[in-house]
């Protein structure tokens, strides 16, 4: 199974917008509602931010939401904060097992 | 409250075989899938396989198929990743994972553990 394709890196300034892809196939992302993204930071275990594509778990702020379309699922972060620098990850569900993609290092300048 | 706590450090040589326990508290530990994940110096996450701890059912990665195991303890809701044949290029952080019921995620994380393989 090959890895989702995620963007090396992606930057933006305190309070803007970013959008983090995450390309598969209709084996995985295209095929099921079973998105999930993660942020990890170093030396800490990921935290899930989203799942099922566009839901987020109760605690995790209404700036990050998920999107699909296609085979591409998405993640936005709106109104940047410079403690959101961090690695974010995208996962999928695939025929009774699991894939990630490579990771996207986001920069708040 | 839902905890996932991970054993320690290990060093290993290459050819050498690694476990890494993952004991769970705080909810049903039958109730719920135990996946392995893990992340090598620079590179992404990396699934590798799960256990259903109600019956000890598995499924593993094609890439890890015939070195890893992985097992299951109920009376101390300790689940175990065994890794054998070691190489250089296994040495990462690998984490413990806990399945949602409800869907296809991965809900709470151990805290990792760094196995470094090294002659």
């Known amino acids: 199974q090959s890895a989702l394709t995620q963007p090396a890196s992606v930057s933006g300034s305190p309070g803007q917008s970013i959008t983090i892809s995450c390309t598969g196939s209709?084996?995985?992302?295209?095929?099921?509602?079973?998105v999930s993204w993660y942020q990890h930071h170093p030396a800490k275990a990921p935290k899930l931010i989203i799942y099922d594509v566009r839901n987020r778990p109760s605690g995790v702020s209404y700036r990050f939401s998920g999107s699909k379309s296609g085979n591409t699922a998405s993640l936005t972060i709106s109104g940047l904060q410079p403690e959101d620098e961090a690695h974010y990850y995208c996962s999928s569900y695939t025929r009774s097992s699991r894939v990630f993609g490579g990771g996207t290092k986001l920069t708040v300048l | 409250q839902v905890q996932v706590v991970q054993s320690g450090a290990e060093v290993r040589k290459p050819g050498a075989s690694v476990k890494v326990s993952c004991e769970a508290s705080g909810y049903t530990f039958n109730n719920y899938y135990m996946h392995w994940v893990r992340q090598a110096p620079g590179r992404g996450l990396e699934w590798m396989g799960t256990i259903n701890p109600s019956g000890g059912s598995t499924r593993y990665a094609q890439t890890f198929q015939g070195r890893l195991t992985l097992t299951r303890d109920t009376s101390t809701s300790t689940v175990y990743m065994e890794l054998s044949s070691l190489r250089s290029d296994d040495t990462a952080v690998y984490y413990c994972?806990?399945?949602?019921?409800?869907?296809?995620?991965?809900?709470?994380w151990g805290q990792g553990t760094l196995v470094t393989v090294s002659s």
């Open positions: 209709s084996s995985d992302v295209g095929g099921y509602d079973y």
């Open positions: 994972a806990r399945d949602s019921r409800r869907s296809y995620y991965f809900d709470h």
